[in-house]
Structure formats: structure tokens, C-alpha cells
Nanobody, 131 residues
Framework: QVDLVESGGGSVQAGGSLTLSCAISGHTWDKGRDTMAWFRQTSSNERDGVATIYSGGRSPDYHDSVKGRFTISQSQDSARNTLYLHTHNLKPEDTAKYFC????????????????????WGQGTQVTVSS
């Protein structure tokens, strides 16, 4: 069983920054054949892909709405057990609950922001941006 636990959410003013973390446990990295991502969801919307990366920090990609403001990364220690989302210049429309997700496979590049392709999810961390 793979467990994911997010942290780092909070309330900030527009233009502020937050770093979200996702601790991943209960798995073995399969020679770089893993895909990870951050999604976000508001109460009235579906879960939307924000950023994604292959294990080892390869091939990061972002939703157009966050390009240039958000950065996804994986911890560089030998365990590589933490996924990060560094957010900058936050906007009120970034307000949502943010979830990390993990798939024990290499999801095709163009489909990595598709929620149904991920098996494991955390419980989410709330980000609230005020104007």
C-alpha cells in the first residue's frame, strides 16, 4: 500500500508563495518507471491537473494556468520520498484543495494530468489566496 501525505497549505495574500510537500511511503521506486502529479479541486469543480513529473525529476510539465509560477520537483536524497510543488505569485483563482497523486507506471506524456490514470492519492491540503 502506497501512502501519500500532503502538507504546506495555508492562507496567503495574492502575490505570495507556498511550498507544498507530499511524503510518499510504502513503495519501491521501479527504475524510474513512476509518474507523480499535483491536482487541485474546488468544491464545485472536478479535480484538475496542475503539474506532473516522472520519478527522478524527469520531464516536468504544467497546466497553462500555472506555467512560470509553479515548479514541481522531487527530493534529491537517496530515498527520493518527497514530492514538492513550489508556488509563486499566487492568485485568488489558485484557491483550491491540492492533492498529490502517484502511479506505478510511466503515463504517456500527454496524459499525465488525467486524474483517472493515478492509483494512489493523498488527502489534500488547502490553499487559500485572498485578494
Amino acid at each position: 500500500q502506497v501512502d501519500l501525505v500532503e502538507s504546506g497549505g495555508g492562507s496567503v495574500q495574492a502575490g505570495g508563495s507556498l511550498t507544498l510537500s507530499c511524503a510518499i511511503s510504502g513503495h519501491t521506486w521501479d527504475k524510474g518507471r513512476d509518474t507523480m502529479a499535483w491536482f487541485r479541486q474546488t468544491s464545485s469543480n472536478e479535480r484538475d491537473g496542475v503539474a506532473t513529473i516522472y520519478s527522478g525529476g524527469r520531464s516536468p510539465d504544467y497546466h497553462d494556468s500555472v506555467k512560470g509560477r509553479f515548479t514541481i520537483s522531487q527530493s534529491q536524497d537517496s530515498a527520493r520520498n518527497t514530492l514538492y510543488l513550489h508556488t509563486h505569485n499566487l492568485k485568488p483563482e489558485d484557491t483550491a484543495k491540492y492533492f498529490c497523486a502517484y502511479a506505478r507506471s510511466l503515463i504517456d506524456y500527454g496524459y499525465r494530468l488525467t486524474p483517472r490514470l493515478y492509483t494512489y492519492w493523498g488527502q489534500g491540503t488547502q490553499v487559500t489566496v485572498s485578494s
